[in-house]
């Protein structure tokens, strides 16, 4: 729901009944992940993709019939040799979707979770989805609070003793309970969505490539900072789609933000200026930032690595170092390198191969539990 927010919220601030379209489960080639949300207005107007196109018309569908009737429903869309077609799913992948009504009667909670989303504050929304409880039941969690409930004492305490440790992990996902909240029973589903801070892109170096890193990386649903020492260049006016522009040496902010820094935050460092990326890059090296790249020639390279290695930085640390930046697509323009690092960024996360999909064979997509645990991206919820 992260990615229709804006939408999700015009649509409750009506006051009308609307529909929240979400992929609460998958199994195999899913186009979207568990947590992609689809919103359908009281009009008829639609905000966001549960498949990516594939069911989106019966999921519209459904949601009208939620609308109507004030009752929230489950489907699962699969395919098979007779109904491939008949919903559009031709993935061979398998999809469950919750579609509940929304209003701020049902769902008075709502609101401060988009406030939260929008302020990089973490919340889990814990919905039952299956099993004897009550359908689209729901509980919000916050780390510190609670509001809601699935239906018992003993369910909301093991819910949310689950749910924080999911939010701090940033998962999202199906935990299973017994009808009290027994974590040895399976026979009631509750659907947890994490909505941990957004994670941080961190740009150095106030140049036009910069100004497309930036973009691309609030497009993929980074906290983009962008940081330059020189204030003529680092303006927000050049940098529009930045989350904040810091006018600082680039060692001296990231030293200042170095334990804010988690595995999820990528650094893209631009400047290809030694003075600047030198300093900047010693610290990043040292910190467990999931992506690390630096721009520049092999020449330029090549003088980088002695600099750090006469500066002390260790071989182990120096092998993390994605230099040159991106992945190669032939890319020219700032544009279009900024497309290779996004590239090299999303292979990063997910582990995929970097080579044309027509010249690979198997799965496109692998399963949450056999993928790489290098979160280096944001999710799209």
């Known amino acids: 729901m992260r990615d229709i927010r804006s939408a999700v919220a015009d649509f409750y601030a009506s006051g ?41 018309g019966a999921v519209y569908e459904l949601a009208q019939e939620v609308i109507a009737s004030g009752r929230p429903a489950r489907e699962t869309y699969g395919v098979s040799d007779d109904d491939a077609f008949a919903v559009g799913l031709t993935c061979g992948g398998t999809l469950h979707v919750l579609v509940e009504p929304v209003d701020p009667a049902r769902y008075p909670e709502l609101g401060d979770v988009l406030a939260a989303i929008s302020g990089h504050r973490p919340v889990a929304v814990a919905t039952i989805v299956g099993g ?37 992990q940033g998962s999202t996902g199906i935990l299973r309970y017994g009808a009290d909240g027994q974590r040895r029973g399976d026979e009631l ?28 990386g609030a497009y993929l649903g980074y906290r983009v900072t962008v940081c330059d020492a020189r204030p003529v260049f680092a303006t927000p006016k050049r940098f529009p789609q930045a989350d904040e522009v810091v006018v600082k040496w680039p060692h001296v902010f990231l030293r200042e933000i170095e334990g804010q820094i988690d595995e999820r935050t990528a650094i893209c460092v631009l400047t290809h200026d030694p003075k ?22 092999r020449r ?82």
């Open 16 to 56: 009308e009944t609307f529909a929240l379209a979400t992929v609460v489960d998958t199994y195999k080639s899913s186009p979207r992940d568990a947590g992609a949300a689809m919103a359908v207005g009281a009009s008829g107007e639609v905000a966001g993709s549960v498949s990516g196109g594939c069911v989106e």
């Open 132 to 168: 004897p409880g009550p359908l689209g039941a729901r509980r919000v969690i916050w780390p510190g609070r609670a509001d809601g409930g699935l239906g018992g004492a003993r369910l909301d305490a093991a819910v949310d003793d689950d749910a924080r440790g999911m939010l701090a």
């Open 189 to 216: 589903e509750v659907f947890v969505q994490s909505f941990a801070p957004a994670p941080r892109m961190l740009v150095f170096g106030a140049i036009d490539f910069a100004a497309a890193v930036a973009d691309i």
């Open 276 to 297: 600047f990326d030198v300093p900047v890059l010693e610290v990043a090296l040292r910190t467990p930032a999931g992506y690390i790249g630096a721009m520049g020639s």
């Open 300 to 381: 330029t390279h090549d003088d980088r690595i002695a600099r750090l290695i006469e500066a002390g930085v260790p071989e182990e640390r120096l092998a993390r170092l994605r230099s040159p930046i991106g992945l190669d697509l032939g890319a020219r323009t700032p544009e279009e390198t900024a497309v290779s690092i996004a590239a090299e960024l999303i292979q990063t996360r997910w582990g995929g191969s970097g080579r044309p999909l027509h010249a690979t064979d198997g799965r496109i997509h692998t399963d949450p539990a056999t993928r790489p645990r290098i979160p280096a991206g944001a999710r799209r919820d």
